[in-house]
Nanobody, 125 residues
Framework: QVQLVEAGGGLVQAGDSLRLSCTAS????????MGWFRQAPGKEREFVAA????????YYADSVKGRFTIARDNAKDTVYLQMNNLKPEDTAVYYC??????????????????WGQGTQVTVSS
């Protein structure tokens, strides 16, 4: 089946770093827009970062720009989110997602058709 699987979350202290991974299987994602979103308890799912799996432009939420980096390893069918200088407000479940047709609005969860199960990131102060 079509599947996106996130990994790499955990419990860290403020200022620490984590690298999340999203491994794709079941179909070709090479022409897709890939996104990272996060959702904290009681909050809406919010955009974090996005890129083309094939490379090119990258996009970041203002809240993470300069701290987080989205990248991919095409040979491993994996997209990464490198998170540096983590803050307590980064605590959330992090999801990766795929948009096959580049619908308008890369920042909106609505345009993404495939989602992973999420991985928990908890940042203590």
């Amino acid at each position: 089946q079509v599947q996106l699987v996130e990994a790499g979350g955990g419990l860290v202290q403020a200022g620490d770093s984590l690298r999340l991974s999203c491994t794709a299987s079941g179909r070709t994602f090479s022409n897709d827009r890939m996104g990272w979103f996060r959702q904290a308890p009681g909050k809406e799912r919010e955009f974090v970062a996005a890129m083309r799996w094939s490379g090119g432009r990258t996009y970041y939420a203002d809240s993470v720009k300069g701290r987080f980096t989205i990248a991919r390893d095409n040979a491993k069918d994996t997209v990464y989110l490198q998170m540096n200088n983590l803050k307590p407000e980064d605590t959330a479940v992090y999801y990766c997602a795929a948009d096959p047709d580049y619908s308008d609005g890369y920042y909106s969860p609505i345009v993404y058709d495939y989602w992973g199960q999420g991985t928990q990131v908890t940042v203590s102060s």
